[in-house]
């Protein structure tokens, strides 16, 4: 299993480790999931995300190429800003999704899931050579291993984030990234993350990472674990990859179909015949019990309209909630299903993500 | 671990206090808190219902997975802890005491002493 640059830092908090994607990976501190979600949603969490992968994509065509590659659109983006991006395939469904952040003009650092870097690479490195409309004057590579990456996030991480680093961070806007140093080391912020909460996502040095780490924890920023991540991201309405979406599922059929831009896209005409039979909605269920990836969404006379994809309780609001694919008659906001739960209907109402709004 | 000597115990990680006038409390064990992480939901069984030894009476549930808990001894549902609903996180802060489940009334106390002992037990859990 690879370890992170933080992986002792995790040990000697005594979090519990498991393996994600390949790599030993703290689920959570003794803290606890629920107390680490507050931490979040009331003040400032952290977590280790150097497990995502970097890729660089670099040339006086890297923005034709991402734009013919992606689903958003990164000619939108000036130097230092950065957008939420999917990566289609050829049959309609998606290979990741990404955050895409532009440096400078025609150099683009790409983040992806863990458990998709080398299929994103493989994937981008062909198709930069496929023609028509390339072969593009662009290369991509993977920088994974010069980068560690942390989120702080919470309403109060911009204020602790501030008095650590030499920039001045109240003008950096949502979505934007900034080179400062914090106590020294050279760090690149970004202001966005995958809670719903306002946060940077903090790339350094490897041999930093440690440092860096220590100075947030003596800031007062929680540890969060990947169990925290999990469901401050399903209450803030944000898919992930390998649940809410995959290979098979079309974009345009989920509340995210925003980040699908009008203009020459590698797979974007197999996804625009495709219709929506099914589509990606939100659930509220009655009662605690929670909806878990896989269980089945029933109608009033209990035929299969479809599958949850994640689902919990929210530590803030006590709301059980879910996200699931459902047959697209039956994905209208307020319209009531129920979900199978250890054989039982439990009562759901269609509800468009976010959950809560901070 | 914590293990009470005063308790028997299960494989499957519940917990049964000794008989007293035929009623023993029922609980999963600290071991088993710990295993399953932040409770966040019960379902307890009706009360009056008539449980077989081994037979699945409860489901305790958690961020990470939902998991039965079976009648460690055959009886009667005589008494569940409703305060669960509304706290379940006792299972976690105080497995053996506010966090127990339900109470029977048993149809053989002298099953409870063929139950395991806490080394006993304490053996079974570290094998995991």
């Known amino acids: ?358 | 671990m914590n293990t009470p000597d005063h308790l028997r115990f299960t494989a499957s990680h519940e917990w049964a206090t000794e008989p007293a006038d035929g009623i023993v409390t029922i609980g999963i064990t600290d071991f088993a808190q710990d295993q399953l992480g932040d409770v966040v939901f019960v379902e307890l069984p009706d009360v009056g219902r008539s449980l077989a030894a081994g037979e699945a009476a409860a489901v305790v549930e958690s961020v990470k997975t939902a998991s039965d808990i079976y009648a460690p001894l055959a009886g009667e549902v005589v008494e569940v802890n409703a305060a669960l609903l509304d706290a379940p996180e006792a299972i976690n802060t105080d497995a053996y005491g506010g966090g127990w489940l339900f109470r029977l009334r048993v149809a053989d106390a002298g099953a409870w002493g063929g139950m395991l002992d806490a080394a006993g037990y304490a053996a079974v859990a570290e094998e995991g």
């Not at chain 1, 507050?38 to 970097?54: E, I, K, N, P, T």
């Not at chain 1, 870097?117 to 991509?140: D, I, K, M, N, T």
């Not at chain 1, 699908?260 to 005409?269: E, I």
Request: overall charge negative; charged content about 20%.
């Open chain 1, 1 to 358: 299993m690879r370890k992170t640059p933080l992986h002792d830092e995790h040990v000697a908090l005594n979090a519990r480790m498991v393996e994600f994607a390949g790599w030993h990976m703290p689920i959570q501190y003794p803290t606890g999931i629920p107390q680490e979600h507050l931490a979040v949603r009331q003040d400032a969490g952290m977590f280790d995300v150097s497990h995502m992968g970097q890729l660089r994509v670099l040339g006086p065509d890297a923005t034709a190429f991402l734009s013919w590659a992606t689903l958003n659109d990164p000619a939108r983006l000036r130097p230092a800003q950065g957008q939420y991006s999917m990566l289609p395939n050829d049959r309609g469904g998606l290979i990741d999704d990404l955050y895409v952040y532009r440096d400078v003009d025609e150099s683009f650092l790409v983040v992806a899931n863990a458990a998709n870097v080398g299929a994103v690479l493989a994937h981008l490195q062909a198709l930069v050579e496929a023609s028509p409309p390339g072969p593009f004057e662009a290369a991509v590579r993977d920088e994974s291993d010069g980068w560690a990456l942390l989120a702080i996030q919470g309403p109060t991480a911009a204020t602790k984030v501030d008095r650590l680093v030499a920039a001045d961070l109240t003008e950096v806007r949502k979505n934007r990234l900034i080179d400062t140093t914090l106590s020294g080391m050279p760090v690149r912020l970004a202001r966005t993350g995958y809670t719903g909460e306002d946060g940077f996502e903090v790339f350094c040095r490897p041999v930093d990472a440690a440092a860096v780490w220590r100075l947030l924890l003596e800031a007062g920023v929680t540890p969060c674990g990947l169990g925290a991540r999990d469901t401050l991201r399903l209450e803030a309405g944000f898919p992930l990859y390998g649940h809410e979406l995959d290979a098979g599922s079309n974009p345009l059929c989920t509340p995210f179909a925003w980040v699908v831009k009008d203009k020459p896209v590698f797979g974007l005409d197999v996804m625009r015949r495709g219709e929506c039979r099914r589509r990606l909605v939100g659930l509220v269920l009655e009662g605690r019990g929670i909806a878990r990836d896989g269980y089945r969404v029933l109608d009033a006379e209990g035929r299969v309209l479809g599958r949850v994809t994640s689902g919990t309780v929210s530590p803030l609001t006590r709301m059980s909630i879910a996200m699931a694919w459902v047959d697209a008659e039956h994905a209208t906001d307020g319209v009531r299903l129920s979900v199978e739960i250890r054989g039982q209907p439990v009562p759901a109402t269609v509800t468009p993500p976010p959950f809560y709004r901070p």
